[in-house]
DNA sequence: ATGAAAGCGCTAACAG
DNA sequence: CTGTTAGCGCTTTCAT
């Protein structure tokens, strides 16, 4: 009969607005690559318990602390790293949270994708093709993050597992991976990229100084985007179930906030990264001289 | 003194919630490609304002009815096209509202991009290299979206101008695409893709066949990416500030809330696109055999 | 000027 | 089990 129930009287007078904060700052990217995908599938996993995301990027405004502190939230996911006093703030609010790709603090709830086996079979991937001499590359405009060193672990694992040696180019210029990728004769004829922004940007360099892929140089990424499986050629690339992370995490915090606080249990869940073979790797390369780019 | 305003209260007792809705479909896309960059500047746009916004998918769940109708929200975005019984409640309501990339209703404010214009000049670089046989593209999986008109109205107009013959293939598979571009004697030599997802299409069959880029085929997108910048080669592209269309759009709703409805007028705002030239076009191709795939 | 009180629309506790 | 009422914490109005 057309009534309608007043969300915000109803807000006032349960003590719960529905609404989930995302909590981010500006140097995670979230409306990148797979970040996307995560973001979206919170959005749905909480639409369908009537809930809604709101949106907290953390910057200088500490529009933050009045979303976080006024009570204009339920609950809140933590997207990578942040400052202290934003956890803090969490923490002594008591308010339900879940950390999405960050394993900082092993007191809250969380949902990781397990990189460093991702890095692992990435590396293997290589080495089953022959290549001995393989370079792990992390661009510098990647922001310090976990799955950096995760990746990396997972890389030396597997080099170290056969006696190879190590090569890694961290936190560097592409200028760096290139140098290394074209001068000199023990080139490496291989690589293992943070993400998939260095599988393009590599990609991009080696077709200016016309090194061929896979004949003479294979890539594996991490991240499978339209954008990797149409490169050319296409990115052999370390690919996971972004949509899970965000229904996991939901499910975290929505269970959390139907549970006094007093009785929650922290739990870390872990999505399995598998690697998707594409064009981009070979049997390790014959080389040829390059040519200057 | 610690005294922190509760803002459920504070929504209860003012009849406000500050929140704006984003109101759209699966089918708009909105964490691909540009969507995203104008989704970003709207929530960091609303955030300097102390709003914040509310995403709310138009699912089979009927959420969205709840928040439109239960004052769960201030005012909202409209994102492309929507079913009509969700305007029709908008407007009901008479909640402030600015429509993002659609033009179908001039009573209501709008922010949108000169896409003809954008196309026009797209075809008109194409022209000037000297090609004469231009296909206009656009891939089946692109839902109806007035920019499409928009946009064959513009690489229409420049084509007619100087007299050329119109090749267009629209909503088709990319496979139609690719026969007009391989096969015949007459095949173009230029091509205007709707988007950049038609330019990466082409360009990876096109490496497939042994077509070069831009000696034997030049190709114009859409879409100023990372991943479109870095293709190989580099697309030449249509490229527009995102970002503002998010910070008109919020400017537009933001001011309605403070009209009351009786005086509010809607306002239509453009974004002027501009062709950036990069590696994928070049003077009109000397045609080459295709290799088959 | 400052301070008291009514009211927003719902929920939950309580009385009948 | 149904019907009444107090109360959530702020804003705004009205009296002092």
């Not at 996307?36 to 919170?42: M, P």
Request: hydrophobic share 40%.
């Amino acid at each position: 009969m057309g009534y309608r129930p007043n969300l915000r009287a109803r807000a006032f007078s349960r003590g719960r607005t529905h609404g989930i904060g995302l909590l981010y700052t500006d140097d995670a990217w979230i409306f990148e690559g797979m970040n996307t995908q995560v973001v979206n599938s919170l959005v749905r996993a909480l639409q369908r318990s009537k809930y809604h995301l709101v949106f907290a990027p953390i910057d200088s405004s500490g529009a933050w602390e009045e979303i976080v502190l006024g009570g204009q939230i339920d609950g809140c996911f933590v997207f990578q790293s942040l400052p202290p006093e934003v956890l803090t703030a969490v923490r002594e609010r008591e308010l339900p949270v879940a950390l999405l790709g960050d394993n900082s603090d092993p007191t809250m709830s969380q949902v990781v994708v397990d990189d460093m086996a991702g890095a692992y079979a990435a590396t293997k991937h290589l080495i089953g093709l022959g290549h001995k001499r393989i370079l792990f590359f992390v661009h510098q405009t990647i922001k310090p993050h976990c799955s950096i060193g995760e990746r990396l672990a997972g890389y030396r694992s597997a080099i170290d597992e056969v006696g190879l040696k190590r090569h890694e180019c961290m936190l560097a210029p592409e200028e760096d991976a290139i140098d290394i990728l074209v001068r000199g004769d023990n080139r490496p004829t291989g690589i293992v990229c943070y993400c998939n922004l260095e599988a393009t940007l590599i990609v991009h360099a080696m077709w200016q100084y016309g090194i061929s892929i896979p004949a003479n140089l294979s890539i594996v990424g991490f991240n499978d985007l339209f954008a990797t499986k149409y490169m050319t050629p296409p990115l052999t690339t370390v690919g996971f179930d972004a949509a899970k992370i965000g229904e996991l995490g939901a499910r975290l915090v929505l269970q959390d906030i139907a549970t006094p606080h007093a009785k929650r249990q922290p739990v870390v869940m872990t999505v399995k990264p598998k690697l998707i073979v594409r064009g981009s790797t070979g049997p390790a390369a014959v080389r040829v001289a390059p040519r200057t780019a």
